[in-house]
């Protein structure tokens, strides 16, 4: 009698199912605006192997690019009519003074003083675009004599 019991249940538990027009159908449309992802290569812009911009990298690269010259300047005077090389020379002071480099002192006697040249440079990418305007303040030391203006020499760099 269990065994007939235990039989009738599972048949009459079997799961309902759904008749075929109460089934929901769920339709993917494809929408209006969709882009295929092989396009044909004339229609491709640019380097393929750049990747996808979408218009959100191009307005950060632009609003980024805003701040590059492509150009540099020979002299102080022209990168002072660049907004972008002024703000890249204050920087470079800026870190002079946080790091100490330099103390004021009074001008000795019958000692030369050491003049300064700004240095311009950009900095480019592989593609030869121009990704960082770079400036550097350093000491004309050419223009010292030995025994007048140092005793010693030393090397900004080690060699190995």
């Known amino acids: 009698e269990d065994e007939d019991h235990l ?22 449309k494809t929408p209006s605006w969709y882009v295929q992802k092989n396009h044909p290569e004339s229609q491709i812009l640019g380097q393929k192997e750049a990747g996808i911009q979408t218009r959100r990298t191009i307005a950060e690269a632009s609003s980024y690019l805003a701040l590059l010259s492509s150009t540099e300047p020979q002299n102080v005077k022209e990168a002072c009519k660049d907004e972008c ?9 800026e870190q002079i003074e ?16 050491i003049g300064t040249k700004w240095i311009f440079k950009n900095k480019l990418n592989e593609n030869g675009e121009v990704i960082r305007n770079k400036t550097r303040l350093v000491c004309k030391g050419y223009a010292q004599q030995e ?14």
């Open 7 to 28: 039989s009738n249940q599972t048949d009459d538990e079997e799961e309902p199912q759904e008749a075929p027009e109460e089934q929901i159908r769920i339709e993917e």
């Open 85 to 93: 090389w002024v703000k890249v020379m204050d920087e470079e002071l």
């Open 98 to 113: 946080k790091n100490n480099t330099w103390e004021l002192v009074p001008r000795p006697k019958d000692k030369n003083v």
């Open 147 to 160: 025994g007048i203006d140092f005793e010693e020499t030393f090397a900004p760099i080690a060699r190995l």
